[in-house]
């Protein structure tokens, strides 16, 4: 156990709708990270967040957003949803900014019919 | 940005043998080394990593190489077992930002 938790751990919606996947980072962690894992390919980033502010993009869809709250558990947000959408989706999270290692949670599995 | 390759895609080792796995990094500033371990259907998980100031770590069965100036780090599993087989990522890190970028894995399949 990374101590990194997410929620739901499964997803099922229809495309056109709109999702919210939660993220609780280890105990003292500013950093969050959001990532996409689709069949077939490696492990996406797409943003990150350090004590509240948004610190780097990748590659994000504009349908997509995110933001880290005071408690510093972050939520990422996806609308409009399509078929291609249907990936799993980990958020990690690291000590800070200078601190490498990244801990990933046990994912989302988002499935959009 | 970075641009991370990784190689082979798929390696099937029998148990004992020994696996290697190559990954070649484009920013040269980058200066941190990772390698995950992925099972099915679980979260990835640390299971080395090396700084650019060293040019090799060992932990048991598993080893990290790292050569600066040809831009490559490589990861040695010695003594390969069953429960060795998973997705494996190399990941680099530019000493500019603290994000990740991956490589596309490599499933090893360790048969018994």
């Known amino acids: 156990d990374s101590g990194v938790t997410q929620t739901p751990k499964h997803l099922i919606t229809a495309t056109g709708q709109r999702v919210t996947l939660r993220c609780s980072p280890r105990s003292g962690d500013l950093s969050v990270y959001w990532y996409q894992q689709s069949l077939d390919q490696g492990l996406q980033f797409l943003i990150q967040y350090y004590n509240g502010e948004e610190r780097a993009k990748g590659n994000i869809l504009e349908r997509f957003s995110a933001q880290q709250f005071p408690d510093l558990h972050s939520e990422l947000n996806l609308s409009s949803l399509e078929l291609g959408d249907s990936a799993l989706y980990f958020c990690?999270?690291?000590?800070?900014?200078?601190?490498?290692?990244?801990?990933f949670g046990p994912g989302t599995r988002l499935l959009v019919l | 940005g970075e641009n991370v390759e990784q190689h082979p895609s798929t390696l099937s080792v029998q148990e004992g043998d020994s696996a290697v796995i190559k990954c070649t990094y484009s920013d040269s500033a980058s200066n941190y080394f990772p390698w995950y371990k992925q099972e099915l259907g679980k979260r990835p998980q640390l299971i080395i990593d090396?700084?650019?100031?060293?040019g090799e770590k060992k932990d048991q069965r598993i080893a990290v190489t790292l050569n600066k100036t040809a831009k490559h780090f490589s990861l040695h599993i010695t003594e390969t077992q069953p429960e060795d087989s998973a997705v494996y990522f190399c990941?680099?890190?530019?000493?500019?930002?603290?994000?990740?970028?991956f490589g596309k894995g490599t499933m090893l399949l360790v048969s018994p």
């Open positions: 990690a999270s690291s000590g800070g900014l200078a601190e490498e290692t990244q801990y």
């Open positions: 090396i700084r650019s100031n060293v």
């Open positions: 990941a680099a890190r530019n000493s500019g930002y603290s994000t990740l970028t």
